[in-house]
């Protein structure tokens, strides 16, 4: 990821991920391309933009346990503007620390989120 790239991040969700394979032909015809899996199981990744990418959607089933771990991360965001701030600051560093390389962006990225679940988790 880029210095000051920014993106729309998006979590659809769905009945089943099987059912979610008919919406893949709509949604590469919209422009995103689809990536699988893309090393979360049972979800469906699509990408927007090209170089630089706009948008980043997740199809995840409804009740699973990545579709709440995502939602618990958004509502810690909504709750908490400082620790909002303090990820748009970190995220802005390592995009500028990664030079591109989106894995080593993504795994310090990971970190980052882990650690304040962590923190949340322990102050409740």
Known sequence: MKPGAIHLDMAVVIQSFEGGRALVPLLTDLGYEYRGENG????????????????HLHMLEQ?????MRHLRFRDILLDSP????????FKAAIAAESGGTRDLYQSRKVSFI???RRLRSEAQ
């Open 114 to 116: 882990d650690e304040v």
């Open 63 to 67: 009740d699973s346990a990545e579709l």
């Open 82 to 89: 400082s620790t909002a701030a303090r990820y748009s600051k």
């Open 40 to 55: 979360i199981p049972l979800r469906h990744y699509f990408v927007q933009g090209s170089p630089r990418r706009t948008h």
